[in-house]
C-alpha cells in the first residue's frame, strides 16, 4: 500500500525533471522553505483536530507526514514557479490550471483512500488551500513580509471557521500522548 505514496513521490519527481523546474530551486529555495513550514505549522496546531490527513496505507504517521511537508509539497510549489508566466493573463490563466489540476488530482487520491477528510473539510476549502498555497508562494518571493502577515491571518480564520481547540497542555496527558495521537489518528475518533 505504501507503494502508492511513493509513486506520487516519484511521479512529482518525474514531473519536475520533465519540466526542468529543478534549475530553479535556488531561485525558490525560500518560498519552498516557507510552505514547509505552513504545512508543519498545521500539522503543529492542528495536531488533535486535522482536517484532512494522507492516510500512510502501512508507513508511519510521521513518516508520511514528512514526506508531505518536505517532499510533496516543495515539489508541487516548485513546478508552479518555475513556470510562472510573465504576462498577466497567462499567469491568472496558469494560477487557475494549477489549482484545478491539484484539487482534482487530490479528490482522486480522496478515492483512492490515501488522504480522509473530517470536520466539515471538503473539495472547496482544498481548492482554496492550493489557491493561497500557489499565491502566496509566489508572493512570498516578491514581498515575504506582507506573505507572513496574510498567513497569519489565513490560520486565524480556519482556525475559527474548523473550531481548532488551541488548549495547553496538562502535564499529566503527556504521559498519554502516544495514545491520545493514536486515537485521532484512527477509525476510533470516526466511531466516537
Excluded at 512529482?12 to 523546474?21: H, K, Q
Excluded at 502577515?149 to 504521559?175: A, D, G, N, W
Aim: charged share 20%.
Amino acid at each position: 500500500m505504501k507503494q502508492k505514496h511513493l509513486i506520487l513521490i516519484l511521479s512529482l519527481i518525474f514531473i519536475n525533471i520533465l519540466r526542468r523546474s529543478w534549475r530553479d530551486f535556488p531561485k525558490y529555495y525560500k518560498s519552498l522553505a516557507y510552505v514547509s513550514i505552513v504545512n508543519a505549522l498545521y500539522y503543529c496546531l492542528c495536531r488533535r483536530h486535522l482536517v484532512w490527513e494522507f492516510l500512510p496505507l502501512g508507513m508511519n504517521w510521521w513518516q508520511i507526514r514528512f514526506l508531505h511537508v518536505f517532499i510533496v509539497s516543495p515539489l508541487l510549489v516548485l513546478s508552479y514557479l518555475a513556470n510562472y508566466p510573465k504576462s498577466l493573463l497567462k499567469q491568472v490563466i496558469h494560477l487557475i490550471q494549477s489549482v484545478l489540476v491539484s484539487t482534482l488530482f487530490e479528490c482522486y487520491l480522496r478515492k483512492k483512500k490515501m488522504i480522509q477528510y473530517k470536520h466539515s473539510w471538503n473539495e472547496f476549502w482544498t481548492g482554496l488551500i492550493y489557491l493561497k498555497m500557489y499565491v502566496y508562494s509566489y508572493l512570498f518571493s516578491k514581498r515575504p513580509l506582507t506573505t507572513i502577515f496574510l498567513s497569519i491571518c489565513s490560520m486565524i480564520f480556519f482556525i475559527v471557521k474548523f473550531k481548532v481547540p488551541i488548549k495547553k497542555k496538562h502535564v499529566f496527558s503527556r504521559k498519554f500522548d502516544h495514545l491520545v495521537d493514536y486515537f485521532y489518528h484512527s477509525f476510533l475518533e470516526d466511531v466516537f
